[in-house]
């Protein structure tokens, strides 16, 4: 134990020992893959000038080019008889429409089948998405859910699903409005089907059978750039386990002695800190809905507006191996919520083994020198979190005065308060990883959306190379900045 105990010492006075600009260096080739992502996003910004969109050009989205200075529909509501009736046709009388059960566990079983075999890749090919049946029911089946909006293709002999699109009802404001739309996912094609141009089909018969409903927005999410994104989002990574993911490949490789060091610099502490954390029970679903409401609606420009507490209860309460959620009980005032969060699970199946190189580029397993069989890399995801915001902050009469006007005053107090916040939210989603870390997953994964920015430095979470970009459907809105998003999509 002696032993050990120096030895631990001896990597924390290592760990101590690097300048903060080596540890940023290496936190960064951690998390960033083959591209400059900055780079990226302007090349596939200068692509998307010239690309030419036949379907999208057809569909009430703004146009790439159009600068957006009113938020609005697009077109009316439709009449019910403007609505078509039947089913769009398909490319091949081999094929037909379905509606997936999810409700069945042998259609679901379909539907994972579907996903896990050619849903999305990273740009290299090296990961996919894993979304396990206990997520695709949590994810398709909340509150209100319709289930003729999971639409599916079969092979009219087989009976194999070859494809799938999904709608889930729910109610997004945007900025000071609040619209009841449709959140599309999971748009799947078999590989075998990728010529025959059945993208636009299934969107097209999804979104009629969204109209039927009297529903004629929509919210998406797609990591490509079409027209026109009303927000575009930067992933960033915290490793808990960044030998693992070295070897599969999900980060960059580093010598032994810079993995070392770079291991004991990331090492969280044993247990969380905040006093009165616990995991999320039934009986606080009613105090999370009115903080969470209250926390997007003060802080961010597109959110959903959770109007029962059925919602909260599907979407937070916690699952196993699904969604963690955590509250934060006041000491003082037993059962008071002041503050939660919460993360997903979502694992990426490992599709290529190897490293890679200090250039992005990777490198194959050597022959002959075993390689570990990782399967997959188990990530987490940042899902919603709320904390307080009615801070006591009284200011000096030095800055009363160094304020010369109300308007100053009131600025001061916003910022000490968001001071206040940045703190408790850097508290909080320490606790996240360290309880993220005890069940064994790899890497802690956000986006630069909501006021995850004010914590992703701190908690050495590195900026990567992928981003996700939000679109509304028949909704013209002012582009809206990643952190003033605070809707989380699957």
Not at 66 to 85: M, S, W, Y
Request: proline content about 6%; hydrophobic content about 35%.
């Amino acid at each position: 134990m002696a032993d050990k105990a120096r030895e631990e010492r001896k990597d924390e006075q290592q760990a101590m020992a690097m300048s903060a600009e080596k540890l940023r260096d290496l936190i960064r080739q951690l998390d960033i893959k083959v591209d400059p992502a900055q780079s990226k996003l302007e090349r596939e910004e200068e692509e998307e000038k010239k690309a030419v969109h036949k379907f999208w050009s057809t569909q009430p989205v703004p146009k790439s080019s159009e600068q957006v200075t009113k938020d609005g529909p697009l077109h009316p509501p439709l009449a019910p008889e403007e609505i078509r009736q039947e089913p769009y046709d398909l490319p091949s009388g081999a094929m037909e429409w379905c509606v997936v059960d999810v409700e069945s566990a042998d259609e679901m079983k379909e539907l994972y089948t579907l996903l896990i075999e050619n849903y999305v890749e990273d740009a290299d090919s090296m990961f996919r998405f894993n979304y396990s049946v206990e997520f695709l029911t949590w994810a398709l089946m909340p509150p209100g859910y319709v289930p003729d909006w999971h639409v599916g293709v079969r092979d009219k002999e087989t009976k194999q699903l070859i494809a799938f699109i999904s709608g889930v009802p729910l109610d997004i404001m945007v900025r000071d409005k609040t619209m009841h739309m449709a959140e599309i996912n999971f748009l799947c094609l078999h590989k075998d089907l990728r010529d025959q141009r059945m993208t636009p089909l299934l969107i097209k018969e999804v979104t009629r059978r969204i109209h039927h409903k009297g529903i004629f927005q929509a919210v998406y999410t797609v990591g490509k750039l079409l027209p026109k994104p009303v927000s575009t989002c930067r992933y960033f990574h915290r490793s808990l386990n960044p030998k693992k993911l070295m070897e599969t490949g999900f980060s960059q490789k580093l010598s032994a002695s810079d993995l070392a060091k770079l291991t004991t610099a990331l090492r969280l502490p044993p247990t969380p800190s905040t006093p009165g954390l616990r995991l999320m029970r039934k009986g606080d679903v009613g105090q999370v809905r009115k903080l969470l409401n209250r926390f997007l609606k003060n802080r961010y420009e597109i959110v959903p507006v959770f109007k029962t507490d059925a919602e909260i209860l599907h979407w937070l309460l916690p699952r196993d191996k699904v969604v963690w959620t955590y509250v934060v009980e006041d000491k003082d005032h037993p059962g008071r919520i002041t503050d939660f969060f919460s993360f997903y699970s979502l694992p990426s199946t490992v599709l290529k083994r190897g490293t890679r190189g200090k250039d992005g580029v990777k490198k194959p397993a050597s022959a002959g020198k075993p390689q570990p069989a990782y399967k997959s890399v188990n990530a987490a995801y940042l899902f919603y979190y709320g904390t307080k915001e009615d801070y006591e902050v009284t200011l000096t009469s030095s800055e009363k005065e160094a304020c010369e006007s109300a308007k100053k005053e009131k600025a001061l107090v916003k910022s000490k308060k968001n001071d206040l916040i940045k703190e408790r939210l850097q508290s909080l989603v320490a606790d996240a990883l360290v309880l993220a870390r005890d069940a064994s997953f790899d890497v802690f994964n956000c986006l630069d959306m909501m006021d995850n920015l004010m914590f992703t430095s701190k908690l050495k979470f590195g900026p990567g190379d992928g981003y996700l970009r939000y679109y509304l459907y028949n909704y013209r809105a002012r582009p809206i900045e990643s952190p003033k998003v605070g809707f989380v999509m699957l």
